[in-house]
């Protein structure tokens, strides 16, 4: 059966969520910790209705198979779930990410494999998903069988090659619904709810040297709705089409040079 998703959403907390600044403490600047940032705009959502984690609910409840999909065929909007696109560091290079592997631990705990490509290197990645926060998310489906929930989870990915030596790890959310037990996608066209359905906030680490750089990714990075939290210098919005955000040229050395806007994700680095 086919879901159709229309859901026209405004949320206040899509205006707040990019605008980061320094903090000052005794006169030094401090970079924002933008992982803990993103917790408390999340937490401060008031149609957000929190659940228990330790609850039986969720304990039945199992992912993995929505994490590695690439493909909801139960939806009228066909999207990719498994892999996603961002950028590090002050440059905001980009970096690939595509989750094929995903086993639940215990109660809504996962340990996944990740392949990453940055810059000519591909590497192959441990990750680990911890649940921190868990959501209900009622009335945005006008079918009353269908369940929203959000999941907060803390991450934390390593290379599987030593000599590499980095970790990235932050907060990830992910969203979904539950219909007659059965765990589904969802996407919504109008640009509503983006922020919740994947994305990560963190840092990548370099473990020889300990420099840590914001590292966030999501589904989609820029284009019409699509634009990715606390990376505003990243983006231009033109005036005429103010739900556009494009990247600015003097990062797309960084790239971005091939970057489709109506097609952003390629596969072909994951047959390599």
């Not at 206040?12 to 408390?40: A, M």
Request: proline share 2%; hydrophobic share 35%.
């Amino acid at each position: 059966m086919k879901v159709t998703v229309a859901i026209i959403l405004f949320f206040s907390f899509f205006g707040g969520l990019g605008q980061v600044s320094k903090e000052r403490i005794n006169d030094l600047q401090i970079e924002p910790d933008i992982s803990s940032l993103w917790i408390k705009e999340i937490k401060k959502q008031t149609y957000l209705k929190k659940l228990d984690v330790n609850c039986t609910q969720l304990k039945t409840i199992d992912i993995s198979s929505i994490l590695v999909t690439n493909n909801n065929s139960k939806s009228e909007f066909s999207k990719n779930f498994a892999t996603f696109t961002g950028v590090v560091g002050q440059d905001f290079e980009r970096v690939d990410f595509h989750i094929y592997s995903a086993i639940k631990e215990k109660n809504q705990d996962y340990d996944l494999k990740i392949l990453m490509k940055k810059g000519s290197l591909i590497d192959t990645l441990s990750g680990h998903l911890k649940l921190i926060e868990a959501f209900n998310l009622p009335e945005i489906f006008t079918d009353k069988s269908m369940q929203a929930m959000a999941f907060l989870y803390e991450f934390n990915f390593i290379s599987e090659k030593p000599d590499r030596g980095f970790t990235i790890k932050g907060t990830s959310a992910v969203s979904f619904y539950v219909k007659d037990k059965v765990v589904e996608n969802f996407w919504m066209e109008d640009g509503s709810f983006r922020e919740y359905i994947r994305t990560f906030v963190g840092y990548y680490i370099d473990n020889k040297t300990n420099q840590k750089f914001n590292c966030v990714f999501a589904l989609d990075v820029a284009g019409l709705y699509s634009y990715l939290p606390f990376c505003e210098d990243f983006y231009y919005i033109d005036e005429e089409n103010p739900d556009y955000y494009f990247i600015k040229d003097k990062y797309r050395q960084y790239g971005w040079q091939d970057y489709d806007y109506s097609n952003p994700i390629k596969y072909e680095w994951l047959d390599k």
